[in-house]
């Protein structure tokens, strides 16, 4: 918690605001004036009080929270008096009434000297999460720009509604992509969007989803969703097998598509999709995303690039997309890493020949590689 020794006195009225801020490194919340950050993976409350009662007796069902949080070390990554009937209990008076500073007057805190080292006033088990703290304005991610805050909110109420859909069975939602690789652009984007569930989904649970996530139930601000639905055991398989539960295509710039099972032809993404996941993944909800995903090694992806961009050969050869996916499939094998596609756009410009000549030759570098 930052400031740590940030004033709380009996009858206080903890304000806690959650401020939204999808993928970024901390999500940040905003307590009696003063920033709190907290590192993403863990469930927020769904709700935080924003009030105590008149007489300063303490609302809600969960008292003491608040000041075990403090004690732990924790940056609030507990609940905070989940709505309830006010029960009329006294506020917890174990946390130190008074900030302990250099610059403080000598006196009493607690029964202890003011210059007394913090950690015997306040025992913390454990080292907080939160380790490095940095201004908002510092924190490089696509959802900073005032150009897809639509995006954010979408993405925020996607994880709203599968929660109600999977409920205890949803392990995390994760932007993958552009928005994961930080080349997100308005417009002609789409959001791509894995969920993980602990068993395979029913068919009552897909037609549920698709149905609340359709387009036309739930229009999405990019060109479209292309949301995956994976089980724990296949998200964290090392496999280039398509295994998943659900796939899902709406969106006002693609047409519908909701299937069970890959198109033949058509496996090549989801290896693919995986990988960017397990290196880059955005916890929208949930763990972070390498202790779910596993990346498909390097040796095995090379020959699936390669159907990828006979897919394109097929399907596209002289698109934009082609092209970019070539320079993205090559940068990967050359150096491990996956690029957004509009870092590619300068290394398309300085290749020689048309899009479907470039195209070509990266399929024969990749081919060559994978033997």
Not at 5 to 30: N, P, S, Y
Not at 112 to 123: F, I
Request: hydrophobic fraction near 40%.
């Amino acid at each position: 918690m930052s400031p740590a020794a940030e004033t709380l006195k009996d009858g206080t009225c903890v304000l806690i605001e959650k401020i939204l801020d999808l993928g970024a490194r901390f999500v940040r919340f905003r307590a009696l004036g003063v920033e709190v950050f907290q590192e993403p993976g863990g469930r927020p409350p769904p709700r935080l009080l924003a009030s105590c009662l008149p007489n300063g007796l303490v609302r809600g069902d969960d008292p003491d929270l608040l000041a075990a949080s403090v004690r732990s070390g924790q940056a609030l990554d507990h609940p905070v008096g989940f709505d309830g009937e006010a029960h009329g209990k006294r506020p917890s008076r174990h946390v130190v009434p008074d900030p302990v500073e250099d610059h403080d007057p000598p006196g009493p805190a607690e029964r202890h000297e003011a210059r007394e080292a913090v950690d015997q006033l306040l025992a913390v088990p454990e080292v907080a999460r939160v380790k490095d703290v940095v201004s908002i304005e510092e924190i490089e991610h696509p959802d900073k720009d005032a150009r897809v805050e639509r995006e954010s909110a979408y993405l925020f109420e996607l994880v709203e509604r599968a929660q109600a859909t999977l409920a205890d069975d949803l392990v995390g939602v994760y932007a993958g992509g552009s928005w994961a690789l930080g080349g997100y652009e308005p417009g002609r984007s789409d959001l791509d969007v894995a969920v993980v569930v602990r068993s395979p989904l029913s068919d009552e649970k897909a037609r549920e989803l698709v149905l609340g996530l359709r387009h036309e139930a739930f229009p999405c601000p990019a060109r479209g969703l292309e949301l995956v639905v994976y089980t724990l055991d296949s998200a964290g398989s090392p496999s280039v097998e398509p295994e998943f539960e659900l796939n899902l295509n709406t969106g006002a710039g693609m047409p519908f598509r909701a299937e069970r099972g890959a198109t033949p032809g058509e496996g090549h993404w989801f290896a693919v999709d995986r990988s960017v996941l397990a290196a880059h993944g955005v916890p929208l909800y949930g763990p972070p995303a390498d202790e779910v995903f596993t990346a498909v090694p390097a040796e095995d992806l090379r020959p699936v690039l390669a159907e990828l961009l006979r897919w394109y050969e097929r399907e596209d050869p002289e698109g934009e997309d082609a092209v970019l996916n070539a320079g993205r499939s090559l940068r990967f094998v050359q150096d491990g890493a996956w690029a957004g596609k509009p870092a590619m756009r300068a290394w398309a410009a300085s290749q020689e020949g048309t899009n479907a000549d470039i195209l070509r030759q990266a399929i024969d570098r990749l081919e060559a590689a994978a033997k």
